[in-house]
């Protein structure tokens, strides 16, 4: 009689880096100055310079989060807050750029 075979183990999960939540400045340029933070409450994401008090707020939409097991869960990272305070940058730099 022959041996019963076992079952390979399943590879482990590799689990997820951190995405930043600190970033630079588009205004004054200070590396670690600008934090970003979400309200889950009242679903606002806003980015904040600690050197120069420059601040960007949005709002995460109605699709941008779910409810779990654990509460509810947000979809929108803080990068997602800073990029679009970045875009919005570039965007009123292009209109008065055009307006020139």
């Given at each position: 009689?022959?041996?019963?075979?076992?079952?390979?183990?399943?590879?482990?999960?590799?689990r997820?880096?951190?995405?930043?939540?600190?970033?630079?400045?588009?205004?004054?340029?200070?590396?670690?100055?600008?934090?970003?933070?979400?309200?889950?409450?009242?679903?606002?994401?806003?980015?904040?310079?600690s050197?120069?008090?420059?601040?960007?707020?949005?709002?995460?939409?109605?699709?941008g989060?779910?409810?779990?097991?654990?509460g509810?869960?947000?979809?929108?990272?803080?990068?997602?807050?800073y990029?679009?305070?970045?875009?919005?940058?570039?965007r009123?730099?292009?209109?008065e750029?055009?307006?020139?």
């Open positions: 009689m022959g041996k019963r075979k076992s079952r390979a183990k399943p590879p482990p999960k590799k997820m880096d951190k995405l930043d939540t600190v970033f630079s400045c588009p205004f004054c340029n200070h590396g670690t100055g600008v934090e970003c933070r979400i309200d889950m409450k009242n679903l606002i994401g806003e980015a904040v310079c050197i120069c008090q420059e601040s960007f707020s949005t709002t995460i939409t109605g699709f989060y779910t409810i779990c097991y654990f509810l869960l947000a979809l929108t990272e803080p990068i997602d807050i990029s679009e305070w970045i875009d919005e940058c570039e009123v730099n292009n209109i750029d055009d307006g020139a």
